[in-house]
């Protein structure tokens, strides 16, 4: 590992030494989290308190509501002859007589009945009474209207629906209906029989929204009460690292530092000197890396979690800086000190286009999001974009990047942000020609911006790493210390699970991780033999981490199941 040296590539080596949260988990801490019970959250099981009036440990779930939403369930579940057993035997109904005709009227069509039931009901709020007649007199005048019967639609316009005095910009487009009754036919499917009762569900579910919850009890409100319950467990897990999909009803849920790849699973070594940068696919099932030999190589993630060589790609003559995926992930732009940009097929591994511009240098690259076209950081201070024929498009002069930098764009493709000077970075409204600065005290390496578009991670030379929220008025949301870094460039990045982690590299040979929110350093992993020079966590496996280093190789980190130490298994 070499030191600073003139001839070194800016984003590489820094010159000089170092002279010596959306936070709503509450300060760091070192106390393990506590766990949130699903049984805390959800009834335990049916033990009567007091009355009998309640169920659960703490009395506050009523018996009558909670077999209520059981009974719901079940119906919705298709599972009718065991929701009417569960009627019987609990003595408890879904729904009183008066609604279940109330109900069936709607489904059979029979307006007027169901408007004189929906006054039985006893509802107390007028308005509600009003909004649920209105949607019932909707339908019996689009349905007149669908059987020529224009005279009782106009009737049923004129003495029913207008006097309920509310939704009038509704009624004008119901009467623009009896002028051109075809048009009818555009806002409700009629003719066959399923349509019609399609149609008439359709209303029976406005209903269902509109009648208060003890009336009508909403349609899979048990789900939505289990999902509520796994939502809270999720946010309350403060080492929450898993997908959805993985989570359980079995037992309450809280994921530990085991959910965290930690466990080197494969070393690539194919590289035949220092690798600076690496990178996942937007899908995750590639890894492009490149390194000081002048060469990217594209690594395949096969679905059992292995990663094998793809491709080698060769042609620049001094050492690639960076690469960047194309938004659909099938090429990949390489970046190298050689002062040009080469554009490759990621599947067939072919050259495609190589952008360069006499006499000036590329520091970094990226892709328009739709993309069509690219642009670049120069060393001459200014950002260029070309079309991907190589058309230049736009060149913005002045000091827009410095010589050392990092260049991004946002996913809406309207602000472009680079390094503009050692301790600032410019946030470029390109279509609005507006710009903002983000000022850090120190010199800035590298950053990396969030897959949302909404925070900035901003390494700097005094070993900190700071969290800028970018909405608004750029502000300091977080800080992460503990990696060493003194003379090279090191860069760090967001990911797992809702990119609720930070990865970074270190001179000291070890990948860091910390959680996002608190700041707390979880993890320091130990494996490589030289300065991890980049880290890229996979966006579609939060359990799968990538390091890159200047001891030649790449590591890939997963899940340490046994938590203990595995022998390494070696790519040559």
């Not at 999720?234 to 930690?262: K, V």
């Not at 590639?286 to 979690?305: P, Q």
Request: charged share 25%.
């Amino acid at each position: 590992m070499g030191v600073l040296e003139d001839n070194e590539p800016p984003l590489k080596r820094v010159k000089g030494t170092l002279e010596e949260s959306k936070s709503f988990l509450g300060p760091p801490s070192n106390t393990e989290p506590v766990p949130c019970s699903l049984g805390d959250l959800m009834a335990r099981p049916l033990t009567s308190q007091g009355d009998g009036e309640t169920i659960g440990s703490r009395g506050v779930i009523k018996r009558t509501e909670f077999i209520k939403i059981i009974i719901r369930a079940l119906y919705s579940l298709g599972y009718d002859k065991s929701a009417a057993l569960l009627e019987e035997e609990s003595g408890t109904i879904l729904h009183s007589s008066v609604v279940n005709l109330f109900m069936q009227q709607v489904m059979d069509g029979k307006w007027d009945d169901s408007i004189a039931t929906l006054h039985l009901i006893g509802l107390s709020d007028e308005r509600i009474v009003k909004s649920a007649s209105f949607l019932i007199l909707e339908q019996k005048f689009l349905d007149l209207l669908k059987m020529e019967n224009v005279s009782a639609a106009l009737h049923t316009l004129r003495y029913e629906i207008v006097p309920l005095q509310i939704n009038i910009s509704q009624v004008h487009e119901l009467a623009a209906n009896v002028i051109s009754p075809f048009q009818c036919l555009t806002l409700e499917p009629s003719g066959h029989n399923a349509e019609v009762a399609k149609s008439r569900s359709k209303i029976l579910e406005k209903l269902h929204k509109l009648l208060p919850a003890d009336v009508m009890i909403p349609e899979r409100r048990l789900e939505h009460l289990v999902e509520r319950a796994l939502d809270v467990q999720r946010d309350a897990c403060m080492l929450h690292n898993t997908l959805d999909s993985d989570l359980s009803l079995y037992s309450d849920h809280q994921c530990g530092r085991n959910q965290i790849p930690s466990l080197t699973l494969k070393i690539l070594q194919t590289h035949r000197d220092e690798v600076w940068f690496l990178q996942f696919s937007h899908n995750g099932k590639y890894l492009a890396s490149s390194s000081k030999d002048c060469s990217t190589i594209i690594w395949e993630v096969k679905e059992n979690g292995q990663v094998a060589l793809k491709h080698s790609l060769s042609g620049h003559q001094k050492t690639v800086l960076t690469v960047s995926w194309s938004p659909d992930d099938s090429q990949l732009l390489t970046c190298g000190q050689d002062k040009v940009i080469r554009r490759w097929d990621a599947n067939a591994g072919q050259l495609l286009h190589v952008y360069e511009k006499s006499a000036v240098g590329v520091i970094s690259c990226g892709w328009f999001p739709d993309g069509r076209g690219i642009f670049a950081g120069m060393t001459d201070g200014s950002i260029c974009l070309w079309d991907l024929d190589g058309k230049e498009l736009e060149c913005w002069k002045g000091q827009r990047i410095c010589r050392i930098s990092d260049i991004a764009i946002t996913n809406d493709g309207k602000r472009i942000i680079s390094i503009c000077r050692e301790t600032a970075i410019l946030l470029l409204d390109w279509e609005a020609k507006f710009d903002k600065l983000i000022e850090e005290e120190d010199m800035i390496t590298s950053f990396s911006l969030s897959k949302d578009n909404k925070y900035l991670l901003v390494n700097l030379i005094n070993q900190e790493i700071h969290l800028w929220s970018i909405e608004g008025d750029p502000k300091v949301v977080s800080k992460y210390k503990g990696h060493k870094r003194t003379r090279f460039i090191i860069r760090s990045c967001f990911g797992g699970f809702e990119q609720a982690f930070i990865a970074s590299g270190s001179e000291d040979s070890q990948v860091y991780i910390w959680h996002r929110y608190s700041g707390e350093l979880l993890l320091a992993l130990p494996g490589h033999s030289g300065a991890v020079n980049c880290v890229s966590w996979n966006p579609a496996n939060p359990h799968m981490l990538a390091s890159a280093s200047d001891d030649r190789t790449i590591r890939i980190w997963g899940l340490d199941h046994h938590n203990h130490k595995h022998n390494h298994h070696v790519s040559v």
